[in-house]
C-alpha cells in the first residue's frame, strides 16, 4: 500500500525558533498532500491544501506567513512553523493524495512542542 | 457543504462483543465516505471507504460499514471485537463532484474490555 513519511516524528524547540516538518510519500507521486492539525481528543483540522508547483491553498483562520508550505517535488512538502510560541503546540498530520479524488494517505505525524 | 456526527466520544465493549461504531452524514451531493482508525501518537489508517456501487463495504480487520442513503448514515461495525482494536476512530465524508478533501467527525474512542 501507499507509504507517507514524516520527519521529525517528534520535536522540542524554544520559543522564537522555527521548525520545519517535512511529508513524503515513498511509493507514488502525490500531486496534492495536505496538513493538518490535531490538538489532544479532537479531530482533525485542514490547515492548507499543497499543489506541486503552485502555492499552497489555506484554510480560513490559517496565517499563511506562520505556517509556511512548500510543495517542491511530487514527493515532498514542508511545513515551516516560524516563529513559534507555546501555542503552536500540537500534533501535526500530513497526508498524501495521488491524484484528484483519489484516497488520501496520512503519514505518521509529528509531534510539536514549543518551551 | 458537508458535515459529519459521530455520536458518542467513548465506546465501551467487552473482548468478543459486537462492535458498533455510529456515523451520520450531511452533504449537498452524493458522498464519499470514509473510516479512519488512529492508534495513539500515529497518523491515521484507512479502514475502507465507499465511493459508489455496493453499499456494503468490507474494510481491513474484520471491520464493515453500510451506506445508507435514506438514513445518511454510514455506521463501523465488527462482529467480535479484539483488544488491539482499540483506538480512535474517525468517520469522514468528502465531495465526490468537486475538492475531494474530507471533513472528519469529532471522533470515537473505542475501549475493549477484557
Known amino acids: 500500500g501507499a507509504v507517507v513519511s514524516q520527519h521529525p516524528s517528534r520535536v522540542i524547540c524554544k520559543s522564537g525558533t522555527s521548525v520545519k516538518i517535512e511529508c513524503r510519500s515513498l511509493d507514488f507521486q502525490a500531486t496534492t498532500m495536505f496538513w493538518y492539525r490535531q490538538f489532544p481528543k479532537q479531530s482533525l483540522m485542514l490547515m492548507a491544501t499543497?499543489?506541486?508547483?503552485?502555492?499552497?491553498?489555506?484554510e480560513q483562520g490559517v496565517e499563511k506567513d506562520k505556517f509556511l508550505i512548500n510543495h517542491a517535488s511530487l514527493t515532498l512538502s514542508t511545513l515551516t512553523v516560524t516563529s513559534a510560541h507555546p501555542e503552536d503546540s500540537s500534533f501535526y498530520i500530513c497526508?498524501?493524495?495521488?491524484?484528484?479524488?483519489?484516497?488520501?494517505?496520512f503519514g505518521p505525524g509529528t509531534r510539536l512542542l514549543v518551551l | 457543504a458537508q458535515s459529519v456526527t459521530q455520536l458518542g466520544s467513548h465506546v465501551s465493549v467487552s473482548e468478543g462483543a459486537l462492535v458498533l461504531l455510529r456515523c451520520n452524514y450531511s452533504s449537498s451531493v452524493p458522498p464519499y465516505l470514509f473510516w479512519y482508525v488512529q492508534y495513539p501518537n500515529q497518523g491515521l489508517q484507512l479502514l475502507l471507504k465507499?465511493?459508489?456501487?455496493?453499499?456494503l463495504v468490507k474494510g481491513i480487520n474484520g471491520f464493515e460499514a453500510e451506506f445508507k442513503k435514506s438514513e445518511t448514515s454510514f455506521h463501523l461495525t465488527k462482529p467480535s471485537a479484539h483488544m488491539s482494536d482499540a483506538a480512535e476512530y474517525f468517520c469522514a465524508v468528502s465531495d465526490s463532484g468537486g475538492s475531494y478533501i474530507p471533513t472528519f467527525g469529532r471522533g470515537t474512542s473505542l475501549i475493549v474490555h477484557p
Open positions: 497526508s498524501a493524495s495521488p491524484g484528484l479524488g483519489e484516497t488520501q494517505y
Open positions: 465507499y465511493t459508489t456501487g455496493a453499499t
Open positions: 499543497s499543489n506541486e508547483g503552485s502555492k499552497a491553498t489555506y
